[in-house]
């Protein structure tokens, strides 16, 4: 069954899906061939629609995030594209322990802008630990 077919019967939102894109738009070096569909997702249930798609018709499929290390043939992609976004940025505190959780998509910027912004309460807590790791020895 042809792709656009496929996806007009899908949940997902039509202004969110482009065929015969050019993806000198949505890569850093600013060439490449066009994609036979992108799809940009910023929802995991529009992932995990895609995927299930994808995996009963068989049709080829590329992911790509923010479109950097990214280099396009002329001849463009076959298939389904997707251009993951799902931005999230999670720290999850525990003790000594810092999990940091980031959505595929997210830009390194904001993420580090993040990091950054906690960084005084984390030298302080390091410092703290390790006055007290030191008094215990």
């Not at 850093?28 to 997702?41: H, N, S, V």
């Not at 798609?53 to 001849?75: A, M, P, R, T, Y």
Request: with cysteine; net charge positive; charged share 30%.
């Amino acid at each position: 069954m042809e792709i656009q077919s496929l996806l007009k019967k899908s949940n997902i939102a039509q202004d969110k899906i482009y065929y015969n894109e050019p993806m000198n738009k949505h890569t850093t070096f600013k060439i490449g061939g066009p994609a036979d569909c992108l799809i940009q997702i910023d929802e995991l249930e529009d992932l995990k629609e895609i995927l299930k798609i994808v995996n009963e018709n068989k049709i080829k499929l590329q992911i790509i995030g923010n479109g950097s290390n990214v280099l396009v043939l002329d001849k463009g992609i076959r298939g389904i594209t997707l251009k993951i976004q799902l931005e999230k940025i999670e720290i999850e505190e525990n003790g000594r322990n810092v999990q940091i959780i980031v959505g595929a998509g997210e830009k390194l910027g904001k993420l580090a802008r993040s990091l950054f912004a906690k960084r005084n309460y984390w030298i302080r807590r390091i410092s703290w630990y390790t006055r007290y790791d030191w008094w215990s020895c």
